[in-house]
C-alpha cells in the first residue's frame, strides 16, 4: 500500500539553527500539506501546495518557514532560524486528485526538538 | 471560519465495550468532509471513517460508526467492542469541499484520549 514517507523520524536541533523536514508524498497526489503538533495538543494546519505553488499558509507559517518540492517527488519544510517553541511533531500530508470523500495521508511524522 | 470542538480531553471505557466520542463542528461551507483519526502513543495520524455531509446513511467502518447529525452539526465516533489496543487519542477533522478557496485542509478539534481498562 503506497504511503507517505517523512524524514527524519527525530531531528534535535540548536535554537537558531536551520533545518528541512523532508516528505515523499503518494506518487499519485496532487495536494500537500504541512501540520504541526505540539506534544499533547491539537494537530495544526501551516501550509498546502498545489501546482508548485503555496494555496494557503496559516499564521503560524511565517517568514521563517519556506516549502519546496524541488524535484517533483520530495516535498521539504524548512525553518529558516529554530526557535524553543518550533519543536513539535510535524506531520506531511497529502491528498490525491479531488475526490470528495479522501482522506489525507498522514506520514509517520518527525519530531523535532529545539534546544 | 470552520471550527471542531472535541468536549471530551479524557474518557475510560470497560474492554468489549461501546464507548461514543462526541464532535461537534461550525461551518458555513455548504458542503463538508468529517474524518475521526487515532492517534496511537507512538505518534502517527490513523485514518478511521469519513463522512460527507450530503451522505444519507452514516459511515461505518468495521467496529467504527459515525453518528452524523447534520441539524446539531454533531459527528459523534462510536467505537464498539472496545480493545487494549483502541487506547490512544482521537482526533475529528473538519474539510470544506475542495474549490471556491478551499484547499483542502484539514482542521482538527483537540482530541479525546481513550483509555481502554481490562
Known amino acids: 500500500e503506497p504511503e507517505v514517507t517523512q524524514t527524519p523520524s527525530h531531528q534535535v536541533t540548536q535554537m537558531g539553527q536551520e533545518v528541512i523536514l523532508r516528505c515523499v508524498p503518494i506518487?499519485?497526489?496532487?495536494?500537500f500539506y504541512w501540520y504541526r503538533q505540539i506534544l499533547g495538543q491539537k494537530v495544526e494546519f501551516l501550509v498546502s501546495?498545489?501546482?508548485?505553488?503555496?494555496?494557503?499558509k496559516s499564521e503560524i507559517f511565517d517568514d521563517q518557514f519556506s516549502v519546496e518540492r524541488p524535484d517533483g517527488s520530495n516535498f521539504t519544510l524548512k525553518i529558516r532560524s529554530t526557535k524553543l517553541e518550533d519543536s513539535a511533531m510535524y506531520f506531511c500530508?497529502?491528498?490525491?486528485?479531488?475526490?470528495?470523500?479522501?482522506?489525507?495521508?498522514f506520514g509517520q511524522g518527525t519530531r523535532l526538538t529545539v534546544v | 471560519a470552520q471550527k471542531i470542538t472535541q468536549t471530551q480531553p479524557g474518557m475510560f471505557v470497560q474492554e468489549k465495550e461501546a464507548v461514543t466520542l462526541d464532535c461537534t463542528y461550525d461551518?458555513?461551507?455548504?458542503?463538508?468532509?468529517l474524518f475521526w483519526y487515532k492517534q496511537p502513543s507512538s505518534g502517527e495520524m490513523i485514518f478511521l471513517i469519513y463522512?460527507?455531509?450530503?451522505?444519507?446513511q452514516n459511515a461505518t467502518e468495521g467496529r467504527y460508526s459515525l453518528n452524523f447529525q447534520k441539524a446539531r452539526k454533531s459527528a459523534n465516533l462510536v467505537i464498539s467492542a472496545s480493545q487494549l489496543g483502541d487506547s490512544a487519542m482521537y482526533f475529528c477533522?473538519?474539510?470544506?469541499?475542495?474549490?471556491?478557496?478551499?484547499?483542502?485542509?484539514?482542521?482538527f478539534g483537540q482530541g479525546t484520549t481513550l483509555q481502554v481498562k481490562p
Open positions: 500530508a497529502s491528498t490525491p486528485p479531488r475526490e470528495r470523500n479522501t482522506e489525507a495521508f
Open positions: 506518487s499519485n497526489h496532487l495536494y
Open positions: 501546495f498545489y501546482n508548485n505553488e503555496i494555496s494557503e
Open positions: 461551518t458555513s461551507d455548504p458542503s463538508y468532509g
Open positions: 463522512q460527507g455531509s450530503y451522505d444519507q
Open positions: 477533522a473538519m474539510r470544506g469541499l475542495y474549490g471556491s478557496g478551499n484547499t483542502g485542509k484539514l482542521i
